[in-house]
């Protein structure tokens, strides 16, 4: 495809040459990570890590953990250390598709992979200036303002955490693990045997055809499977997760947990909707992987 895949290769062919998309294929522009780099951050947000190195020199942190997720972090032998973010506000390009005609929308697909992956890696640059191990709890949003109605704000935003025994339990790569897990399934994870290693997705914005006249007159009043959205549903959640799949390997992970498909338009119309699978790859620190049977828990309350 000309895209960059997650660990910075570039595939034979030219950048942003449109063609059939095939499964597993890369369809990103991967963000260049570099420990202790500032790239990209402003002048406030060099600001603000120099003040969190300070507070956690002192024993403070901030955390968008939940209480009971804070306390089992502890407990799994991981220390918050602060609150960390990436952001990238990204113009998305344009590409004409034929109305009758089921196709990846090449240019939004390499968008939307682009501006996801500079927040992400903006937001990893940030907890390698903390020290940190990895980013638990992670949360992918994207936000339009009225001034841009081709702009978009990509967000990741997620807690840094430090294994309290001075233990190594960064990626395979160096960057700091991140995982979408709650601070309950990263703690049951941990305590099974394994470990989170990085944050993994794929996406693909598909145009799907619209019907013709002479069909969808012959579809009245019956009970019909419509072939033609079906087919290009299943075609683009395919790519989205075979290019998950594909950058989980990348990073070297033995698995998938916690993996979502989400769909959206975000404004192109009712006929362009993006695709996307994103999940937490993980890797065996034990051979023997005990599970711990559930505690039976009553509430108190009436």
């Not at 942003?16 to 990570?33: K, R």
């Not at 992670?138 to 967000?155: K, N, S």
């Not at 009245?220 to 594909?246: K, P, W």
Request: with cysteine; glycine share 12%; proline share 4%.
């Amino acid at each position: 495809m000309g895209f960059l895949d997650r660990r910075g290769e570039r595939p034979q062919g030219q950048p942003g040459q449109a063609g059939p998309a095939q499964p597993g294929e890369s369809a990103s522009v991967a963000a260049p990570y570099h420990a202790g780099s500032l790239e990209g951050l402003p002048e406030s947000g060099r600001e603000r890590l120099e003040r969190m190195r300070q507070d956690i020199a002192r024993g403070f942190f901030t955390s968008d953990l939940s209480v009971n997720e804070f306390l089992l972090v502890k407990e799994a032998g991981f220390e918050p250390l602060g609150l960390v973010l990436g952001s990238s506000i990204y113009h998305i390009g344009f590409q004409q598709a034929a109305w009758n005609q089921n196709m990846e929308m090449r240019v939004l697909t390499q968008a939307m992979y682009h501006a996801r992956e500079l927040a992400m890696t903006r937001m990893e640059e940030e907890a390698d200036q903390l020290g940190a191990d990895g980013i638990v709890g992670v949360r992918l949003t994207i936000g339009r303002y009225d001034w841009g109605a081709d702009m978009a704000e990509f967000i990741a935003v997620g807690t840094a955490v430090r294994h309290a025994g001075g233990e190594l339990q960064r990626a395979p790569s160096g960057r700091p693990f991140t995982s979408d897990l709650s601070g309950q399934d990263f703690s049951t994870l941990l305590r099974a045997g394994y470990r989170p290693v990085g944050l993994v997705m794929g996406n693909c914005v598909y145009h799907v055809a619209r019907q013709g006249m002479m069909q969808s007159m012959r579809n009245i009043g019956r009970n019909v499977e419509m072939t033609n959205f079906t087919q290009a549903l299943y075609d683009a959640r395919e790519l989205a997760m075979s290019r998950m799949q594909s950058e989980a390997e990348s990073v070297q992970a033995e698995g998938l947990v916690g993996v979502r498909l989400n769909q959206a338009s975000h404004g192109w119309g009712s006929h362009v909707i993006e695709f996307m699978a994103i999940a937490t790859a993980v890797i065996a620190t034990k051979a023997d992987h005990t599970i711990e049977r559930p505690a039976l828990v009553l509430p108190l309350t009436g």
